[in-house]
């Protein structure tokens, strides 16, 4: 990941920046080429990068699928794939140049022919393209094949680094489904790689706003020292969306909102928002801190999850002015299915800096706004002063980070109404992405597969973090396979703020979410 310089004027008038270094040569080989990952935001992603001319020259594009295709037909799709899903409108000459690079291999992906053919093609590709013998893996498979496929590559030689070349596979998640499965799947991978070599993907990683956390709280003077308990109330996590389960049906209903997003997005946000300074803008020297910070999560008890965690589904209902079916009445999904797809939760962190400072999260689909922010609630100042005003309350501090849509960052504070009698209302001072930097739209993906490409590991999962965070979920999922009354499923609206539940979880501390519509 790289880290240039803060512009300090509106867009268009900052200092150009260095331009980053081109990445190694490679081949990048794609498993799962037919899906949709691969031509919405692989294949556009790549495209970006080539555009931006931070592919390297001696670079090929391998897709391997199960589909009878021939190498043109392949590129026809992925032409095809560039001018739907591009994120802006793409030149022909870039369009052409990067997909001559591309080629197919028929296989199926328990074969052991598909990977000794592959071999012979990547070698092939290391003629044609120079790669250099490096390859970089990325398994846009569905997930019960991560640990046969890696296992497979290696039989055939093809994980082993030797002779200054480099092997890299990249995973994307659900990584397990739960901490026995999480680290079954490690130890397989482990056993035929070594950590280095692993990239898993958390997508939440590659956004900018993201990535801004960290600079935000260390690269300012200004937060940090407040950045603790004494100083801060509570902080809110939210990641709600709009969307329902879409034609995802069968997957989620097998997952639900907890393993979908909270063991791995959410948990990124609250260990970038709650972790210690890292010693050094390194791959491990920030995944050590962020694993530190899920660790101090307290242990959620068998009671915990009935206090402190609201599991519901959505009903039908209207989102905007679309209407929208109950779940239950999703393609792929069960009549009865008690699966969540809206969750909240009360975490503590039990360390120095965060002892007593609730972290509360949400999220859920269906809901009445998509909404990604981290909200910062101050504790009140003292009030004495005001007393004998007509000043009744203080707004409280609230620093937001707005993750997605609208990225960026306010801040709330107290200042005087105009006029003869000392009236007090909540200011907003408001930061926009948009006003600062011109950035092309994107993916998403570029920065992660070119940190991939580079060797720069800071924006994946170690597999320590992964760990982590299914042991703070696992009580979670123990607890509702017990069943217990009191973790019941509850309900919502469509289109609505989420379940009453939620909503209570908060009264019951004297506190309210933010509104997300
Ligand atoms: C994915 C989940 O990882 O993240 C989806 O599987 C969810 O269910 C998506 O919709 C949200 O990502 P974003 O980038 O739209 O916030």
Redesign the pocket.
Known sequence: MDVAAPALSPAGSADPQPPPRRADPCAFVIFGASGDLTKRLLVPALYNLAAARLLPDDFAVIGVARGDVSDDAFRDRMREALQEFATGSASPEVVRDLTARFSYLRGDFDDPNTYRSLKDKLSAAERTFRTGGNCLFYLATPPNVFALVAQQLADVGLLREEGGRWRRLVIE?PFGTDLDSARELDRRLLGLMSESQIYRID??LGKETVQNIMVLRFANGLFEPLWNRDHIDHVEIT?T?T?TVENRGKF?DGTGALR??VP??LFQLLALTAMEPPVRFDADAVRSEKAKAIEAIRPLTPDDVCHDVVRAQYRGGTVGSRRIHAYREESGVDPNSMTETYLAMRLAIDNWRWAGVPFYLRTGKALAARR?EIAINFKAAPFALFRRTPVERLAQNLLVLRI?PDEGASLQFNAKTPGPEILIGGVRMDFKYADYFETAPNT?YETLIYDCMIGDATLFQRADNIESGWRVVQPILDAWREGRDCADLTWYAAGSEGPREAEELLARDGRAWRKIA
Do not use: I
């Open positions: 998640k997508h939440y990641v969306e969307l989620y979908d997003m791995n997005h990604t997605q998403g």
